[in-house]
């Protein structure tokens, strides 16, 4: 077993490096304008991520009054509520435009996984608090 363990880490570290070489390469031989519009991507989406992550313990005292209410409507609708305005976050910072059916796909894959970490974190949160 310990063999399997080590053929499969090798294996596994040599394609890892596979992959950073033609990463390099491939970022090399881009044109300006292509690595340009990369780059002012990974800008809004790492500005979005830190928001979602950031969002629900920015708003402590409102989790805090809707986990008073115990009730689970209050909490899907602040849940629902802090979901939305991600996604609209999310649409603004590419300005409203998403021209293909892939940047409508990662928006939503986006809202999803914004949602659930909403979700949980709320839930969490609101135990903490009580």
């Known amino acids: 077993m310990e063999w399997l363990k080590s053929v499969t880490g090798k294996i ?10 033609a990463g390099a390469i491939s970022w090399w031989q881009m044109d300006p304008a292509t690595r340009a519009a990369l780059l002012s991507g990974t800008e809004r ?9 950031l969002w629900p313990w920015a708003s402590l005292p409102i989790i805090g009054r809707v986990a008073r ?3 689970n409507l209050a909490g899907a609708v602040l849940v629902g509520a802090y979901t939305l305005a991600e996604a609209a ?15 409508w796909t990662f928006v939503a ?3 999803l996984v914004a949602g659930v970490y909403n979700l949980l974190i709320c839930d969490w949160i609101a135990e903490i608090l009580e």
């Open 69 to 71: 209410l115990e009730s």
């Open 12 to 21: 596994v570290t040599a394609l890892t490096v596979l992959a950073v070489i």
């Open 89 to 103: 976050l999310l649409a603004w910072l590419f300005h409203w435009h998403l021209p293909t059916v892939t940047a």
């Open 109 to 111: 894959l986006g809202t």
């Open 45 to 53: 989406i790492g500005l979005w991520v830190g928001v979602v992550l």
